[in-house]
């Protein structure tokens, strides 16, 4: 296995991931809700009898 190093950004990558984390985050903060597939499967599972 070998690595293209000419096209080889981590800039962009980096900066890629820092908008995916600032939309979570900004839809967790405001709507109270976790992104992905957690959150979906989480709103279809109802919660333990007891639990609060």
């Known amino acids: 296995m070998s690595i293209a190093w000419q096209s080889f950004t981590p800039g962009t990558?980096?900066?890629?991931?820092?908008?995916?984390?600032?939309?979570?985050a900004l839809l967790m903060a405001t709507l109270g809700r976790i992104a992905g597939v957690s959150g979906i499967l989480g709103a279809l599972v109802p919660p333990a009898a007891g639990s609060a």
């Open 13 to 24: 990558a980096l900066a890629g991931g820092v908008l995916i984390g600032a939309a979570a």
